[in-house]
């Protein structure tokens, strides 16, 4: 047989022993002093992972050309070895040799695993341009999924934009840059617009739609989508369940879980898994748990189960507070890898035992595992002051990068809540970057220290700085106003959420108001508050005044409120009490007596000169 042919079998079979008898047969007749057999032959060790045979051949050629480079970067690509593949480049490049439409992919490919946009990425993108590969469509899919995975969506939709041709690839990765940037909305809109354009979606695409409804809250709408899907592959079903989950609907996602299993097209995998015992913690479902627990283990090998869902079961099982299943699992658990623990310690945290979690977290730096921003957030707030200026001070020789955030916001909490109020303000000064939940935080913590006035301040700077309150900011700044007596700021603020923020107050909103006029000793105000309220007023609104009431010795609005109490909780001896005691302190024996007859006639209180010990039968 001719060796062309022979290197094309061999080749196509992919036989490393069939590979080395042909390498053998070339020295012995010299077929290897020519570039184009040893080419080939450096694709065949290269397709059958002996790379160290395939370099040795490739070192041996005067001039490499495209097709020996391109063996050795499928390799690196293939085996996720991203920056032995843009080495490979750049050796490719200071040869001369010109990429072509099989190199800039694998290249690409490698510059987004690294994200290495400004350093690799768009000389590559240059290269495309120079060689004139920017209209082959598969090489334009790989720019446009570089720039979306490096996070960079103008570049992307550039790139999308002065694409001449665009096939369903194109439209997926367009939608999907602008879901995991946090741009939801755009990418429903891109699915108009591809729809427009004659492309018909694809499954990819509807799970992306689905991923962006979900984030945005509207899993009615991604239900909707799901429905379209003829045959949902797991990544649907998973989404699907996520999505709920997410939005506290987790009654939902665990039916959606059964019936995804019940229908029994597709299994589920580690994610979905994953994902439904989330819900199962929430809904402290500790059977369906464990069903689930055992049914993963049915489906799939034990460590890839636990790598997944092991996190979400560990703290299923510490929320049911069965500790011993819980410990049970973490030693199923990868130890080198930080997720292991970060669940443990909240499992801990989640359970009330904080000392344990701070145990725990000290156990994993002995190890030496390396802590990540999760561990840092999650720990902190059980940290006394000396545990938690130790974290400080690792953080501040640790560079979690864009993960920052959510550790600095920690940090502001520890230190507002162990007293050190300053230190949290010097936290928060030092940020370059800040969300709503730094804001939040520090607003709330100046509140808790009653500087109402410095709390306000810092609300007009967040409004200033283009960042929306939300109820949560509200809250912190209306407890703020309550706990430092700034009465009439207070209520200006409530009125404002409304007028100026296009909020609607909750329950909460309205019993800081009552708080802060009950404080004030503004009852009457606080009871034509109450009355004005276009929600139902519940026990802590009314229990908040008849407190404000008792310390003010105002038994006319008292009585209302403890009337109010106790038709909404007849069965609540503490309301009767505290309406006698009101009674009582004001010298109104007979009022007081009368309560406690009322009190008696519903078996609250024991009848006169009847012992509580029963005497046996």
């Known amino acids: 047989m001719h060796l062309n042919s022979l290197l094309q079998a ?6 490393l022993n069939q590979a080395k008898q042909l390498h053998h047969y070339m020295l012995l007749h010299g077929s290897h002093r020519k570039p184009f057999f040893t080419t080939k032959l450096i694709q065949i060790y290269a397709d059958c992972d002996d790379l160290r045979s395939a370099h040795s051949l490739f070192r041996q050629l005067p001039q490499p050309n495209v097709f020996a480079f391109t063996s050795i970067l499928a390799f690196h690509s293939r085996h996720g070895l991203a920056r032995q593949c843009i080495e490979t480049y750049a050796e490719m490049r200071f040869k001369g040799v010109s990429p072509d439409g099989y ?60 694409m001449r041709e665009r096939d369903v690839f194109s439209w997926n990765s367009m939608m999907s840059c602008y879901v995991c940037n946090g741009l939801s909305q755009r990418a429903v809109e891109v699915l108009e617009s591809m729809r427009v354009d004659g ?16 984030r945005m809250g509207l899993v009615s709408e991604a239900s909707k989508v799901f429905e379209q899907i003829k045959d949902p592959n797991v990544i649907s079903w998973t989404t699907l369940i996520s999505g709920y989950s997410s939005v506290g609907r987790h009654g939902v996602s665990l039916g959606i879980f059964r019936e995804m299993v019940n229908d029994g097209m597709v299994f589920p995998d580690a994610g979905a ?10 809904l402290g479902a500790l059977a369906s748990g464990k069903e ?69 977290f000290g156990e994993m730096q002995e190890r030496g595992v390396k802590i990540d921003h999760t561990t840092i ?69 100046f509140g808790m220290h009653g500087l109402g006035q410095t709390a306000l301040k810092l609300l007009r700077e967040m409004s200033d700085s283009g960042i929306n309150p939300d109820l949560v900011t509200f809250s912190s700044a209306l407890s703020a106003c309550s706990h430092s007596g700034l009465v009439d700021d207070g209520i200006e603020l409530f009125y404002r959420m409304t007028k100026d923020f296009c909020l609607t107050p909750v329950k909460e909103h309205y019993s800081c108001v009552v708080d802060m006029l009950g404080r004030a000793g503004r009852l009457e105000d606080a009871f034509h508050f109450i009355n004005q309220m276009p929600l139902e007023p519940d026990k802590h609104i009314w229990g908040a005044l008849l407190s404000a009431c008792q310390e003010n010795q105002n038994i006319s609005v008292g009585k209302l409120a403890a009337e109010k109490l106790i038709s909404l909780e007849p069965l609540e001896a ?9 009674y009582s302190r004001a010298g109104r024996w007979d009022d007081a ?3 406690r007859v009322m009190m008696e006639g519903q078996g609250l209180l024991k009848p006169s000169a009847h012992s509580w010990i029963g005497t046996g039968s």
């Open 292 to 360: 689930i627990h055992g049914y993963g283990l049915k489906i799939m090998p034990g460590e890839i189960f636990y790598r997944s869902a092991g996190a979400a079961l560990l703290t299923l099982y510490a929320r049911c507070r069965r500790l011993h299943d819980a410990e049970n699992v973490f030693h199923r658990m990868d130890k080198s890898d930080v997720v292991t623990w970060n669940a443990m310690i909240f499992g801990f945290i989640d359970t009330g035992l904080g000392h344990l979690a701070v145990e725990c």
């Open 273 to 282: 898994l994953s994902g439904v015992l989330v819900s199962c913690r929430c």
């Open 377 to 445: 957030s999650t720990i902190l707030p059980v940290c006394d002051l000396r545990c938690g200026k130790q974290i400080h001070a690792y953080v501040s020789k640790t560079d979690f990068n864009c993960s920052m955030i959510p550790v600095y916001n920690a940090l502001i909490h520890m230190y507002s809540i162990c007293g050190c109020i300053a230190y949290a303000y010097s936290v928060f000064s030092t940020m370059v970057e800040r969300d709503l939940v730094t804001w939040n935080t520090i607003i709330g913590g």
């Open 593 to 595: 007596a009368r309560i």
């Open 574 to 582: 503490s309301h009767y009490v505290t309406l006698s005691n009101l």
């Open 10 to 15: 061999c080749s196509a079979s992919k036989s």
């Open 103 to 162: 190199v800039f992919p694998k290249v690409l490919k490698a510059c987004a695993q690294l994200a290495a946009l400004l350093e690799v990425g768009v000389v590559v993108h240059k290269d495309v341009v120079v060689f004139r590969w920017d209209v082959d469509l598969r090489v334009c899919n790989s720019v446009l999924d570089m720039y979306s995975k490096c996070g960079d969506v103008e570049g992307a939709a550039r790139v999308f934009d002065e």
């Open 199 to 214: 492309c018909e979606p694809d499954v990819v695409t509807r799970n992306t739609v689905m991923d962006a409804y979900c």
